[in-house]
Structures are given as structure tokens and as C-alpha cells.
């Protein structure tokens, strides 16, 4: 994915799909929607004022996204209480602790995190034209509600319905 690493991109370039109110989560029984909270405008500036990490492998593949620090976490929509597990601390040693962020795996495959669980690839068929295929994973473990959220955000947010 060519913008992997400008994680200004996202304030800029989806801003108008925000304001649509695209964000917004259905209320629950008889609540008005709510948007998420990264969203919601007391959240913004905060946002574009967070730590960013771009962490830069061999050939070609890369991480970017927020920093996971106590600062970054209030904005945070997901469950990442996994990463309190000790094992997963070992696994991912201090640099892999520091990441909150979206891999692409060089040349064309790129994985949304957190919370999203989609997988794109990006395949070129011109000088001109790029074919993206979306593939959606979801726990079959997850409450209803859960599993509604991140069908939700995968028909909306990316895909062949998504406002990005």
C-alpha cells in the first residue's frame, strides 16, 4: 500500500467521510448513534498530536501507525488486553510493544489493525488500474454484539462499500 507510512493521511484524506457522520455506531435499543470515539471532535486534535511509529524491515516490508504508550491508548476502540500477557510481551520484545500499527507486507498486501481484522491486496493489471481484493475475519467465539461491530466496520469503513 503506497500511503503505509503517512499516518497524517488518514485526518486529511478521509476527513469528509467523518463528517458524513459515516462513523457513527448504531445506538443500542432506542439510543441515538454515537460516533466512535476517535471521531468524536474532542478526540481529533489529540489525534493528529499522537506519537507515530514506522518501523522499517527487510525487503520492503513495514509497520506504521500510532505508538502504543499511555498517552495513545484513551483513544484506543478495540480490546488489546492480550498485549498485558506476558508471552505475548516476550514474543514481541520492547520495539513490537511500541506498535499499534497497520503491517504491509512488500509488495502488495497490507493488514488493518487493530480492531479490523481484514486483510487487502493491491493487484496491479495496467500502468493505470489496481484491483484491490478485501478478506474479513471475524471470531466465531465473539458476543453478538462484537461480531456485529466488525461486520459493521468491515461493510463500511473498507471494502466495496466503505467510505476510507
Do not use: C
Not at 5 to 16: K, L
Amino acid at each position: 500500500a503506497d500511503n503505509v507510512w503517512d499516518f497524517y493521511h488518514p485526518q486529511i484524506s478521509h476527513a469528509s467521510s467523518q463528517m458524513s457522520g459515516m462513523g457513527q455506531r448504531r445506538g443500542k435499543s432506542g439510543k441515538a448513534p454515537v460516533a466512535p470515539p476517535q471521531t468524536q471532535p474532542q478526540n481529533m486534535a489529540m489525534r493528529l498530536q499522537q506519537a507515530h511509529i514506522v518501523i522499517l524491515g527487510e525487503y520492503g516490508h513495514a509497520l506504521s501507525g500510532p505508538e502504543n504508550n499511555e498517552k495513545n491508548r484513551v483513544n484506543r476502540i478495540t480490546d488489546e488486553s492480550w498485549r498485558e500477557k506476558p508471552e505475548v510481551q516476550q514474543i514481541l520484545g520492547p520495539v513490537g510493544m511500541r506498535a499499534q500499527s497497520h503491517p504491509h507486507i512488500f509488495p502488495n498486501m497490507w493488514i488493518t489493525y487493530p480492531g479490523f481484522a481484514q486483510i487487502s491486496m493491491r493487484l496491479p493489471k495496467g500502468p493505470t488500474k489496481t484491483e484491490i481484493w478485501w478478506f474479513t475475519f471475524y471470531d466465531a467465539q465473539m458476543d453478538a454484539e462484537k461480531k456485529m461491530d466488525s461486520i459493521d466496520r468491515a461493510q463500511k469503513i473498507f471494502g466495496p462499500a466503505g467510505m476510507p
